[in-house]
């Protein structure tokens, strides 16, 4: 179930050809020589004696035209779209592989509303061509686990319902963004042979909506990066290669040089707007961490979904402008329900020490949300309660002066006496590495909104029941 590997498996096998896995390898540093290489790979890539291309086949599309390009052979529209099931009409690059990537089509059923936790890619093993990266071991995939959603009993939990369903992430959104990660990791390892390229955040962990935008980490080793110097280097490498290589199939290359550097692109195929880091691995851990809180209990993802719209229609939903990023408003919400006097969720890092821990190899990590049961509540409040719930905790119940958020410990916590969190105005603490998720928010000004935001939406909502006096649905449903 493997999400990263082109074929849903994990992407390396430990014991098999250490001198060519990833994670085999002992803890070095990227020495000055090895980046020399890589800028030499950059500008020797050959891609046409790398590989050899084929024609895409999907499920019943016709293959892509090809023309003569050195880099990628270019594709023409294929003029009757009748021919194209729905979400096939665009293909991305070229591919090695004959048989498609096909993945669970695991779109809710109207009638009984369920969905269910599910082993991601379910595909038939072809080895990876380029630089001979060696074959994956077979792991066998685990049936989903179905889960029934809430039913609604009033008006405002079935708005919420609602919206869940017509928002949420579909598979055929997942497929577009893995064949674009998938091409894309053959063309960096170009440059670091030894190198993977993971999906994180939204679109893996539960909480995708069809507007999401995909996340990548790029891991060239299992230490952690310079994120100041070699990160920099490194991307620097892989927007050139963008730039210069793949700009008929990416566009709006921008290299932001950030805490966390980032290189930020548009697939022009798929439409999706990608983010892409260097080594930032405890996202990769925290997607796992996250998927499993929200396939724990049947109310978590659509109570996300929809306060993360909310938030967004409200313009307190973006750290780039010094307001919440979806993930600290992801572990509120979690937090939220850790902190019910009967709570809904618990805290899985003290339950399961060992599938939530630090120690994990990154090639074990997806394991983790298949070991975990369901999470049995006695709390029966419905989802327009919790909503209701949810605001009125951060209106008028946290104590944002004192307190931090915190999942790890299913509570609220002081606040550490250190720079992390000192004379922070919102603190959030990342579940693996302890740092302010919330980091974004250092002006009163956007704090003072953000409270704001939550009173006046609390009130509101209170008095109406009415999703819309918050929320206009036909907007957040036309944003998807």
């Not at 059923?109 to 061509?129: A, E, K, N, Q």
């Amino acid at each position: 179930m493997f999400p990263n590997s082109i074929l849903g498996r994990p992407p390396f096998t430990p014991t098999h050809q250490p001198h060519n896995n990833f994670f085999a390898l002992s803890p070095t540093l990227y020495s000055h020589q090895q980046l020399i290489d890589a800028q030499f790979n950059f500008q020797n890539v050959d891609l046409s004696r790398a590989v050899s291309l084929q024609p895409l086949t999907y499920g019943t599309v016709s293959p892509i035209q090809t023309s003569t390009s050195p880099l990628f052979r270019g594709r023409k529209r294929i003029s009757d779209e009748k021919a194209f099931p729905l979400d096939g009409k665009r293909q991305r690059f070229h591919s090695p592989h004959q048989e498609p990537t096909i993945i669970n089509q695991l779109v809710p059923l109207s009638g009984d509303r369920r969905y269910s936790m599910p082993p991601l890619f379910h595909t038939h093993y072809v080895p990876d061509i380029v630089r001979c990266v060696p074959p994956l071991r077979e792991i066998p995939l685990l049936e989903p686990r179905e889960i029934t959603l809430p039913e609604a009993k009033d008006k405002l939990s079935q708005q919420i319902l609602e919206l869940f369903e017509t928002c949420q992430q579909q598979a055929s959104d997942l497929k577009k963004k893995e064949l674009c990660r998938a091409q894309l990791q053959r063309e960096i390892q170009l440059l670091f042979p030894q190198s993977r390229l993971f999906l994180v955040g939204s679109s893996l962990n539960g909480f995708g909506a069809r507007s999401s935008d995909g996340d990548l980490c790029l891991v060239v080793k299992e230490e952690p990066v310079n994120q100041k110097t070699e990160a920099r280097h490194i991307l620097t490498l892989v927007h050139k290669h963008f730039c210069t290589r793949l700009s008929g199939y990416i566009e709006r290359p921008q290299l932001i040089r950030a805490k966390v550097p980032i290189v930020k692109f548009r697939d022009k195929v798929s439409c999706v707007e990608f983010d892409l880091n260097v080594n930032n691995t405890v996202g990769i851990r925290n997607t796992f961490l996250l998927r499993t809180y929200a396939y724990l209990e049947n109310r978590v993802r659509p109570l996300v979904l929809v306060i993360k719209k909310w938030a967004s229609h409200h313009d307190i939903n973006d750290a780039s402008r010094g307001t919440l990023s979806s993930y600290s408003l992801v572990l509120m919400v979690l937090h939220y329900l850790q902190t019910l006097p009967e709570p809904i969720l618990p805290s899985l890092q003290k339950i399961y020490p060992e599938s939530f821990s630090t120690s994990v190899q990154l090639h074990l990590v997806h394991h983790a949300p298949c070991n975990v049961p369901p999470y049995l509540s006695k709390n029966e409040s419905s989802l327009g309660e919790l909503l209701l719930g949810f605001l009125k905790y951060y209106a008028t119940e946290f104590d944002w002066n004192t307190q931090m958020i915190s999942v790890r410990e299913a509570k609220a916590i002081p606040r550490p006496d250190d720079m992390e969190w000192r004379n922070k105005y919102i603190c959030v603490e990342e579940p693996f590495d302890g740092t302010n998720t919330a980091r974004a928010v250092h002006e009163k000004q956007k704090f003072d909104m953000i409270k704001d935001q939550f009173l006046k939406s609390w009130q509101r909502l209170k008095n109406k029941r009415d999703l819309n006096s918050v929320l206009p649905l036909r907007a957040a449903t036309l944003k998807r």
